[in-house]
């Protein structure tokens, strides 16, 4: 089975740009979580959703941050207008809320430079 | 609220030594607890859990008992190897919501 999917892997750009990172959950998990990594406040959840529904968004730093779930299948997280500080690794990871295990599958994440 | 405490690093080992890396927590309720790992340039993947008081979990070598008593959940391995050099984190959960609190991480490094 595939994992969780993410792209770009690697992005570049430039401070006011907009940047958008896409998510492909395994097949059959109902719940997908966004995560932020850096050094200097390590893995910070931003918004996580239950069956395509946004349940928790305390975490998204700020009203440049937007993040969408169309289907069970994708989800985007988009930055506009961009800013050096949100450089970052950003993590897509899926579960499946019904199974009590607590088990996150997380993608091999999104690198995001602002120059 | 929940939280998730566990020892600042980097730890620097040799290959072959004894690892502790040290998670206490505060729950509200009857959590969950989670070691997740991260290999460079690499998301996190579960390395083993354990979901009541006493439960030991364990995965390549790796252990971690779930203390109520001391709200500790300590990892340990006997004896590290090279490629056990990632980032370590303590999670935890309940089985009512999807969402996990992860700790801060703690990088190991093992020396040959």
């Known amino acids: 089975d595939a994992g969780v999917i993410q792209s770009p892997r690697h992005e570049v750009t430039e401070m006011g740009q907009e940047v958008t990172l896409r998510c492909k959950p395994i097949s059959g998990h109902n719940s997908l979580f966004w995560y932020r990594q850096t050094m200097m406040r390590g893995l910070e959840l931003l918004i996580y959703f239950n069956n395509n529904v946004p349940i928790d968004d305390s975490g998204m730093p700020e009203d440049r941050f937007s993040a969408k779930m169309p289907n069970a299948s994708f989800s985007t997280l988009k930055i506009q207008p961009s800013e050096p500080r949100d450089s970052a690794v950003y993590f897509c990871?899926?579960?499946?809320?019904?199974?009590?295990?607590?088990?996150?599958?997380f993608g091999e994440g999104s690198r995001l430079t602002v120059l | 609220g929940d939280s998730v405490t566990q020892m600042e690093g980097p730890v620097t080992l040799s290959e072959e030594a004894f690892l502790t890396i040290n998670c206490t927590y505060t729950a509200t309720g009857y959590p969950s607890l989670f070691w997740y790992v991260q290999y460079p340039g690499e998301g996190l993947q579960l390395l083993l859990k354990?979901?009541?008081?006493?439960d030991k979990g364990s995965n390549k070598g790796f252990e971690a008992t779930y203390r109520k008593e001391t709200t500790s959940f300590h990892l340990e391995k006997g004896s590290v190897q090279v490629s056990d050099s990632a980032v370590y984190f303590c999670a935890l959960g309940y089985s009512s919501a999807s969402k996990i609190i992860f700790g801060s991480g703690t990088r190991l490094s093992i020396r040959p």
């Open positions: 354990a979901t009541k008081a006493d």
């Open positions: 990871a899926s579960s499946l809320w019904t199974d009590n295990t607590g088990e996150l599958f």
